[in-house]
């Protein structure tokens, strides 16, 4: 039985298990919200595959960042171009 690969968010929380069925046996299934694609539900070897190995989504999403050195050099480069100080000086009105 063929499914469709397009799934309003309502549809896809009320039939989440036939969204799974429809992963595995047609691919990648698109979640939308007012008509505008925001999800993509894919199997779990797909993920790995495209991930690089079998970090669990958890771990990519709470490690640090992976910065190359162009992205190292551009954040060295915005920092050093801050300043130092602390602003200027507020008068909160309280007498010292």
Do not use: C, K, S
């Given at each position: 039985m063929?499914?469709?690969?397009?799934?309003?968010v309502q549809e896809a929380k009320q039939r989440f298990s036939?969204?799974?069925?429809?992963?595995e046996d047609d691919?990648?299934?698109t979640?939308?919200?007012?008509?505008?694609e925001v999800a993509v539900v894919i199997d779990i070897q797909e993920y790995r595959r495209l991930t690089g190995g079998s970090q669990s989504a958890w771990s990519a999403l709470a490690?640090?960042?992976?910065?190359d050195?162009?992205?190292?050099?551009v954040m060295d480069e915005?920092?050093?171009?801050?300043k130092k100080d602390f602003g200027r000086?507020?008068?909160?009105?309280i007498a010292e």
């Open positions: 063929a499914h469709p690969t397009h799934w309003q036939e969204v799974l069925r429809a992963v691919g990648p299934q979640i939308t919200r007012h008509g505008d490690g640090p960042p992976y910065f050195d162009d992205m190292i050099e915005i920092e050093a171009a801050r000086e507020v008068d909160l009105g």
